[in-house]
């Protein structure tokens, strides 16, 4: 089975300051990868996904991740956060779209 | 739009009762999903399905069941509740991947459920 490591549950940036949230699954094949986001008492909402084009990929909110196969990582980026980005992200893999594996979740918090 | 429904929002069981989680979807999506959300450990998947009347396990099946009588519904059973079954649950719904479509999964708004 596939399994999705996000490294810290909690994140604290300052607003107009990079965001960075790591994701690394563990697979010998590339998988497909999104990450997700979740305000609070809500549903998650797809940010951005990877399948197999480009290793950059563009989201939603400014939002971006890069797919590294050497380092099994698809890390989350955004240059300048904004207070509306407080929420939780998490990581997903999946290998047919049909088993879908999530990461611990990470809280980003913004700081005005 | 509805996208994905679930009912009810809250409930709180006496441990040994019974209930269903309905789940039901207007985007005429193949996938349908069930996953549970305790803190720190995300989201893992109960069972899913690919259409109609085909269902399979995900990582945490035990003490659940469901079915899938139509492509709109996909309930989630609860036979014997136990307080470990206190969890927040998300349906999910997808067209699947290949072609035109992302593989995105769209959720419900959640179900917190709370076993005593």
């Known amino acids: 089975a596939q399994s999705v490591t996000q490294l810290g549950s909690h994140v604290s940036v300052s607003e107009g300051a990079l965001v960075l949230l790591r994701c690394n699954y563990s697979?010998?094949?590339?998988?497909?990868l999104f990450w997700y986001v979740q305000y609070p008492n809500q549903g998650l909402q797809l940010l951005l996904k990877?399948?197999?084009?480009?290793?950059l990929v563009k989201g939603i909110n400014g939002f971006e991740a890069e797919f590294k196969k050497s380092e099994t990582s698809f890390h989350l980026t955004k240059p300048s956060a904004h207070m509306s980005d407080a929420a939780e992200y998490f990581c997903?893999?999946?290998?047919?779209?049909?088993?879908?594996?999530f990461g611990s979740g990470t809280k980003l918090n913004v700081k005005p | 739009n509805a996208g994905v429904t679930q009912t009810p929002k809250f409930q709180v069981l006496k441990t040994g009762q019974s209930m269903t989680l309905q789940c039901a979807q207007d985007?005429?999506?193949?996938?349908m999903s069930w996953y549970r959300q305790d803190p720190g450990m995300g989201l893992r998947l109960i069972h899913y399905?690919?259409?109609?009347?085909?269902?399979d396990q995900g990582e945490v099946p035990n003490g659940y069941n469901v079915s899938r009588s139509t492509t709109e519904d996909f309930p989630l059973r609860l036979l014997s509740a136990a307080p470990s079954q206190t969890s927040v649950y998300f349906c999910?719904?997808?067209?699947?991947?290949?072609?035109?479509?992302?593989?995105?999964?769209?959720f419900g708004e959640g179900s917190r459920l709370t076993v005593l």
């Open positions: 985007m005429n999506h193949e996938y």
């Open positions: 399905s690919v259409g109609a009347g085909i269902t």
């Open positions: 697979s010998s094949v590339p998988p497909y």
């Open positions: 997903a893999v999946s290998d047919n779209f049909n088993k879908f594996y």
């Open positions: 999910a719904s997808s067209a699947g991947g290949g072609g035109i479509n992302t593989g995105e999964l769209f």
């Open positions: 990877y399948t197999s084009a480009a290793t």
